[in-house]
């Protein structure tokens, strides 16, 4: 019997595509997804434990739907890191709670979802995988609607950040075989996938223990040489890791978009050292030289923490000054949340939130203005967008993306989804641009033009 499955996410692009994960791995149980919980027979939040504001929101999400388990007998489960960080903890403060799933427990959820159904019982499942098998995806079997998708090539974080609690929920690093990884591309490409995102916290680390260790550069050369895709992205390097080869590929591969996300989180050397980032302003400043040297199109975004432990106002002006040296296409900004098992959750020298988010606004003001510059650098130029769908704003307008990842819209139907359009940029915002149609043109052609 057909039954259906309402989902929520909150946090990374990993939970987002955990969320695809367990949809189509439910599909296979006759769970189908509803936008409306009311309709529901399973209600799952996939949960993000990265800062405290996160956290909260999924214990109001729960309070949201306890009158669905009084009134319908609703199954209620949370998936993601709160589920790893609390486990059976979770299960004892919400008595209304079926299902705890941990973030390597994905693959899981069928049995669990049965045994559940089956015993009456509730269930919970927070151990680590340590053969990685949880990273497989399972694909939807009927062709994708949408033009781009997510790929994990690897999971967890051997960093340890002393403010990040990534490591203890996602584990240690792990990748998948290349050869896994290949195949979920072309076959998402056969179901009309034109652009991949590859997901890892740590790409860099990519290959490490495996039997066959290849380079996340190496890597990308092999995606890049699969017909019928015409973009790749990655997202997150670590500055500290980001080697040459790396570098080179945003010369040498055709495929690879001209974007970077390296987040730097401070521009003070002081906080960066308490941090356990493993670089300095001057060496974090010299990998962005050298990106956009290789690749002069290059746009940059990245993210910041304020208000760290210790961070005192000249910390903050260093921050400030990296802001104006980088001038980054785009920032995300976050007050420091202490986070409970983190190195920097015990360091006492806290900053008051009212400093916190003083600072985090001006940071804000400074760099709206340098994104919008940014985005103005290029009216009047020629740009190639993917196009995704209908605009937000209008309905009459399509909206895509720049390979330098910056929203384009345009006049147009949805006769043009998944088209590569080469398109003058006629006016900048600050979150997006207005484009005139061109031509349709090929990727390649466009990427020769990019230095
Ligand atoms: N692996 C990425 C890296 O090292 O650059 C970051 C992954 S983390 C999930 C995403 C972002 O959340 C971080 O770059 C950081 O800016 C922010 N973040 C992580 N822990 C935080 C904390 N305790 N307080 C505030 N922001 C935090
Ligand atoms: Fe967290 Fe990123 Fe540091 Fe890993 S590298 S500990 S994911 S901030």
């Given at each position: 019997m057909e039954k259906k499955i309402y989902i929520e996410t909150y946090g990374c692009q990993m939970n987002e595509h955990d969320t695809e994960r367990i949809l189509s791995l439910l599909e296979r149980s006759h769970y189908f997804e509803t936008k409306h919980a009311q309709e529901a027979d399973l209600i799952l939040i996939n949960t993000c434990s990265v800062r405290e504001k996160p956290e909260h929101k999924v214990y109001s999400a729960l309070g949201r739907f306890k009158w669905l388990k009084e009134k319908k007998g609703v199954i209620i489960g949370v998936a993601g890191c709160v589920a790893q960080q609390e486990g059976n903890r979770l299960l004892d403060k919400i008595p209304y709670l079926d299902m705890v799933i941990g973030t390597h427990a994905i693959p899981k959820l069928p049995q669990l979802l049965q045994k559940m159904e089956i015993s009456g019982e509730k269930v919970c499942d927070a151990d680590f995988d340590p053969e990685g098998n949880h990273l497989k995806t399972i694909l939807p079997r009927k062709p994708l609607e949408q033009i781009k998708s997510y790929v994990t090539v690897m999971q967890g974080c051997d960093h340890f950040c002393s403010f990040c609690i990534v490591p203890y929920i996602r584990g240690r690093e792990q990748s998948r075989p290349s050869r896994e990884i290949i195949e979920e591309v072309e076959r998402l490409v056969e179901m009309g996938v034109k652009e991949v995102c590859l997901l890892g916290q740590n790409v860099n680390g990519y290959g490490k223990g495996l039997k066959q260790e290849i380079s996340f550069s190496d890597l990308l050369g092999r995606i890049d040489?699969?017909?019928?895709?015409?973009r790749i992205r990655f997202t997150t390097s670590h500055p500290k890791d980001l080697d040459e080869p790396l570098i080179r590929a945003y010369s040498d591969l055709p495929k690879l978009c001209e974007h970077i996300h390296l987040p730097f989180q401070s521009g003070s050397d002081k906080i960066l050292k308490a941090m356990h980032r493993g670089y300095t302003k001057k060496s974090y400043l010299e990998r962005i030289d050298r990106l956009r040297g290789a690749c002069p199109s290059i746009a940059v975004t990245a993210d910041v923490i304020v208000g760290f432990p210790g961070e005192e106002e000249k910390d903050f002006e260093e921050t400030l000054d990296l802001l104006q040296e980088a001038r980054f296409d785009d920032l995300f900004s976050f007050k420091y949340s202490p986070r409970t098992g983190t190195r920097a959750a015990q360091l006492m020298d806290r900053v008051e939130e009212k400093v916190k988010q003083a600072r985090l606004s001006l940071l804000q003001e400074i760099q709206k203005e340098i994104t919008l510059q940014r985005n103005q650098e290029l009216e009047g130029g020629v740009e190639e967008i993917l196009v995704e769908g209908l605009s937000k704003q209008s309905h009459q307008d399509m909206t895509g993306r720049t390979r330098s990842n910056k929203i384009v819209n345009v006049e147009g139907d949805s006769g043009l989804v998944g088209k590569l359009l080469s398109v003058r940029i006629t006016k900048a915002y600050p979150h997006s641009l207005r484009g005139e149609i061109l031509g349709s043109e090929s990727a390649q052609s466009l990427f020769c033009r990019r230095s």
């Open positions: 040489e699969i017909d019928g895709l015409d």
